[in-house]
């Protein structure tokens, strides 16, 4: 069964250091999310992609946090600097047909 | 803005018994509804997706229903078992929303003792 692929699956670091996550969608799916979810909340969209173009970054904090994905296929999700409160799971997630699938996630943790 | 609430937060139920967990929402102009489990530090398995135009789904022993107009959706799990415990969340695709934006609730933390 296809999937979506996640790394790190955990990074751990420290405040006012670069982190970078990457995330590979199931082969076809041109929409592509990065969602964080904090322990004990629902996952926030940070970031929609269809191909390679951003549709929705509202909820991006983009002083630190960038996102891309080049060629439409993979995307890289980059924070910089990293601060105590990004503390959290981030998750990738491709869709077809409004079925979203998400990937196993990367958990940060930034001490 | 579309608020999606889930009640109880955390639900413990004996082996067997039926689980019934609730979903509400504040906005009915939705294009579906998506029930979705996560087990500990883990990513989210979709389970059931209801399109607005319909009142229910079906998959073994889920079924999850839809009443748009009154904001509320329920899944039911019948018979549960030890490895249904997990968080289960529902999100709604904002129907106002151009690109179908997902909008998650808290989740209800399940625990099912032997």
């Known amino acids: 069964e296809a999937e979506v692929a996640q790394s790190p699956r955990y990074k751990i670091t420290e405040k006012s250091q670069a982190v970078a996550f990457w995330c590979d969608p199931i082969?076809?799916?041109?929409?592509l999310y990065w969602y964080r979810q904090i322990l004990g909340q629902g996952p926030e969209l940070l970031v929609q992609f269809q191909d390679e173009s951003v549709v929705d970054d509202s909820q991006l904090p983009k002083d630190r946090f960038s996102a891309e994905r080049l060629k439409g296929v993979d995307s890289t999700l980059k924070i910089q600097p990293a601060e105590l409160g990004d503390s959290a799971m981030y998750l990738c997630a491709s869709s077809q047909a409004n079925v979203l699938t998400f990937g196993a996630g990367s958990r940060l943790t930034v001490l | 803005k579309q608020e999606v609430t889930q009640i109880p937060a955390a639900l413990s139920v004996p082996e067997g018994e039926n689980l019934v967990l609730n979903c509400s929402f504040t906005d009915s102009a939705i294009y579906n509804l998506q029930w979705f489990r996560q087990d500990p530090g883990k990513g989210l398995t979709s389970l059931l997706l209801i399109q607005s135009s319909q009142r229910e789904q079906t998959s073994g022993r889920l079924n999850a229903s839809l009443d748009k107009s009154s904001g509320r959706s329920t899944l039911y799990i019948a018979a549960s078992q030890p490895g249904d415990s997990a968080t289960y969340l529902c999100a709604v695709r904002v129907a106002t929303d151009s690109w179908g934006k997902l909008q998650f609730g808290a989740g209800t933390q399940v625990v099912v003792t032997p």
């Open positions: 082969s076809g799916h041109a929409t």
